[in-house]
């Protein structure tokens, strides 16, 4: 039985879960926020990682001035990195500057109130909290970021954890120093892990499903025209282009497409590409094999031989200590795990991600899906911290009253 009451539930205390919870306060709705500040990129992101999105596209949202990263670093200007450990650091700042009471302990489980009693759909969740609570809640946001969602390639799946892993599995990479590792996947999460292998004496060798490296381009905006500016289109959260900011500004537009062109849009806008920054330290140390597709992976005296197919046509093998997948996220209702099996099939869906209405509401009502769950319906910028602001706002403005 439900042991406390409140409006709002926010499940998760990363970018956009602090984010909806300072709207949700200013705007005076009772919600608890349940994880601690800034965890997954805490435990789960390499010691050493710098942030691929630019200071003005880092910010968390909150309806009053003087919270966003510039604020927290005044004078970090553009074309400068932020370090992991950096941006950690300001996401608890902005948690304390804003007066946001989270609650360091996990959700466990959500269930609807009417699920067990046979009533009609909504009715108020049933929040389990790993401290032995209940709260009873008349909305429930799901910030959950992406953890849930790492995606494994189907070749690796039966390798067991200690020889291969996801990415965002591994905070210390200092681990595998003098240790051969194959890092699967071309986007920044690989080439950044490669690198920080590399810089900590490991054997990385890069395993790329793509024929070459993509680069993206230095910041250039000072020497050009005004001309030649206005033809390069404004720089947004998402970089340069009429397009990209619509899709990084105006997501409610991406909204209206089709959800075939969203989902383009989610695969294809800022595809697979290194940081501009971080080219000068993809060294020699770094071997890089582009292939086809992977077709296997055998374990034999605790090490993996990977074996794929090269851009000839040719079979093709490596042996490693470990395997790293680099391989990105997606967003599946299904691995919601704290959703109850009922909460997650009343959830229709785009593909495998919720459908989300216009204040990202799922069809549960009283359901909100933030973030990379939310992609499908508003599109790429959802898959970063520029997102929160827009999803934040809506949100704010949709939830229902609690009914006590």
Same mark, same amino acid.
């Given at each position: 039985?439900? %042991? ?11 970018p956009y879960g602090l984010s909806v919870a300072a709207h949700l306060r200013d705007a005076g709705a009772d919600c ?6 800034m965890d997954f990129w805490h435990n789960h992101m390499p010691a050493g990682m710098f942030l691929k999105s630019e ?8 309806? %009053? ?20 450990? %950096?941006?950690?650091?300001?996401? @608890?700042?902005?948690?304390? +500057?804003?007066?946001?009471?989270? @609650? ?50 189907? +070749? ?12 965002? +599995? ?21 080439? $950044?892990?490669?690198? #920080?292998?590399? $810089?900590?004496?490991? $054997?990385?060798? #890069?395993?790329?499903? %793509? ?37 990084? $500004? ?5 909204? #209206? ?7 383009? #849009? ?20 770094? +071997? ?45 209702? @299904? ?25 990202? @509401? ?43």
């Amino acid at each position: 039985m439900p %042991t406390s009451s409140t409006g709002t539930v926010v499940v998760g205390a990363g970018p956009y879960g602090l984010s909806v919870a300072a709207h949700l306060r200013d705007a005076g709705a009772d919600c608890r926020i349940i994880g601690t500040p800034m965890d997954f990129w805490h435990n789960h992101m390499p010691a050493g990682m710098f942030l691929k999105s630019e200071p003005f596209a880092s910010s968390l949202s909150a309806p %009053t001035a003087g919270t966003a990263f510039t604020d927290y670093r005044p004078g970090w200007r553009t074309g400068r990195p932020i370090p992991l450990d %950096t941006f950690t650091a300001y996401g @608890e700042w902005f948690a304390r +500057e804003v007066g946001l009471p989270t @609650e360091p302990t996990l959700v466990t489980r959500v269930t609807r109130s009417d699920d067990r009693a046979g009533g009609p759909a909504g009715g108020r969740f049933e929040v389990a909290l790993a401290t032995g609570e209940v709260v009873s809640a008349a909305n429930v946001v799901l910030a959950v970021g992406v953890g849930p969602f790492a995606d494994m390639p189907p +070749e690796l799946r039966h390798l067991p954890d200690g020889v291969c892993g996801h990415s965002s +599995e591994y905070r210390d990479l200092s681990a595998f120093k003098g240790r051969r590792v194959a890092v699967v996947g071309a986007g920044q999460s690989a080439l $950044e892990t490669a690198v #920080l292998l590399a $810089e900590q004496g490991a $054997e990385p060798h #890069l395993v790329t499903r %793509t024929a070459r490296l993509r680069w993206n381009a230095v910041p250039d905006d000072g020497g050009a025209s005004p001309l030649v500016r206005l033809l390069r289109g404004p720089r947004s959260g998402l970089g340069r282009g009429w397009r990209t900011w619509v899709w990084s $500004e105006r997501p409610q537009y991406t909204r #209206l497409l089709s959800d075939a062109a969203r989902a383009r #849009l989610v695969r294809t806008t800022l595809g697979p590409a290194g940081a501009w920054w971080l080219r000068d330290r993809f060294g020699d140390g770094i +071997e890089v094999t582009p292939v086809r597709r992977i077709t296997g992976a055998g374990l034999a005296g605790g090490r993996v031989t990977l074996a794929a197919v090269d851009r000839s046509g040719a079979p093709w093998s490596v042996t490693v200590d470990h395997v790293l997948a680099a391989t990105g996220f997606s967003a599946d209702v @299904e691995r919601v795990g704290v959703l109850s099996p009922d909460l997650r099939r009343d959830v229709v869906r785009t593909g495998r991600a919720p459908r989300l209405d216009a204040g990202f @509401e799922s069809s549960v009502p009283g359901l909100f899906f933030t973030g990379l769950a939310a992609a499908a319906s508003f599109g790429p910028v959802m898959r970063f911290v520029h997102g929160a602001d827009f999803c934040a706002r809506r949100i704010a403005r949709r939830v229902r009253p609690p009914h006590r």
